[in-house]
């Protein structure tokens, strides 16, 4: 029995490029980056080596891979490695090893990466809009308290214990 099964975890280097085929199915091609660290085992410094790998869906998966990646962003490809060999124009030998995506799962995006939303929507609204921010809580409470720790909680990483509901 032959296992040909990849699993990638990385960063992608570049944003999707979106094709058709002659049929009218959509492809996909995008590169991502590995790295792996260790430390050498004489000197104790740390070692680092980055591989990077050709992917490509095709489909539906191309489909979303188009709409929804964007360079630097976390996705784990799941698919099959495959080359293929061809002669270019001056009749040199070429190949290419790259991976088909037969699944795709995205991570959190990276800072500075584009998002798509539709106008009018939690997501479209200013951070410093008061359009969201009720007028009181629920137990009747003035909600300057909590925009007050609405602010807070979108610039600070720390958990204030009381302001835990439980």
């Known amino acids: ?14 944003d999707p490029e979106e094709r058709s085929l002659p049929s009218g199915g959509s492809v996909s091609g995008f590169g991502i980056a590995t790295n792996r660290v ?14 990077f790998h050709n992917v490509t869906a095709f489909g539906k998966l191309a489909d ?19 080359t293929r060999s061809w002669k270019d124009q001056d009749e040199n030998k ?40 009720p007028t009181e809580d ?8 909590q925009k007050k720790n609405k602010e807070k909680s979108q610039g600070d990483d720390e958990i204030n214990v009381e302001d835990i509901p439980f």
């Open 1 to 14: 029995m032959n296992l040909n099964k990849v699993f990638i975890l990385g960063r992608l280097t570049r």
């Open 38 to 51: 260790w430390n050498n085992r004489d000197s104790g410094e740390r070692q680092e080596q980055t591989e």
């Open 64 to 82: 979303i891979c188009n709409q929804y990646l964007a360079k630097g962003q976390l996705i784990l490809v799941e698919g099959r490695i495959q």
């Open 94 to 133: 070429r190949s290419r090893t790259e991976i088909i995506a037969e699944n795709m799962q995205m991570g959190p995006k990276a800072a500075g990466v584009k998002t798509s939303f539709t106008p009018g929507t939690e997501a479209s609204k200013s951070k410093n809009s008061d359009q969201d921010v």
């Open 138 to 145: 629920i137990e009747g409470k003035p909600a300057k308290a």
